[in-house]
């Protein structure tokens, strides 16, 4: 079994800034992915940012250019600074990592239980 453990959420001005952190931990042999998603009130799970094991990440374009993911592989922790926030940033926002548990080529996909972000206009 895997646990996501986040930490960070709270309650910002506009224009404020704030970091999650989301650190693995369990029977993991390697981590695939991790990432940030996002769900407001009434409205779908949407994608943040993750990053892969070699680095390479990916944005929503909603966040593109005032959030940034970033990883400590030693760790297991995924860290999403997000700064410039808006109010439409309110959300829960939930940390997901894909993992390998054995040496078989299989990925198992887990969820933390989501950190409230509150943006104030």
């Known amino acids: 079994q895997v646990q996501l453990v986040e930490s960070g959420g709270g309650l910002v001005q506009a224009g404020g800034s704030l970091r999650l952190s989301c650190g693995a931990s369990?029977?993991?042999?390697?981590?695939?992915?991790m990432g940030w998603y996002r769900q407001a009130p009434g409205k779908q799970r949407e994608l943040v940012a993750t990053?892969?094991?070699?680095?390479?990440?990916n944005y929503a374009d909603s966040v593109k250019d005032r959030f940034t993911i970033s990883r400590d592989s030693a760790k297991n922790t995924v860290y999403l600074q997000m700064n410039s926030l808006k109010p439409d940033d309110t959300a829960v926002y939930y940390c997901?990592?894909?993992?390998?548990?054995?040496?078989?080529?299989?990925?198992?996909?887990?969820w933390g239980q989501g950190t409230q972000v509150t943006v104030s206009s």
């Open positions: 990053v892969t094991s070699g680095g390479d990440t």
């Open positions: 997901n990592t894909l993992v390998r548990i054995d040496t078989r080529r299989v990925n198992y996909q887990y």
């Open positions: 369990g029977s993991i042999v390697s981590i695939v992915l």
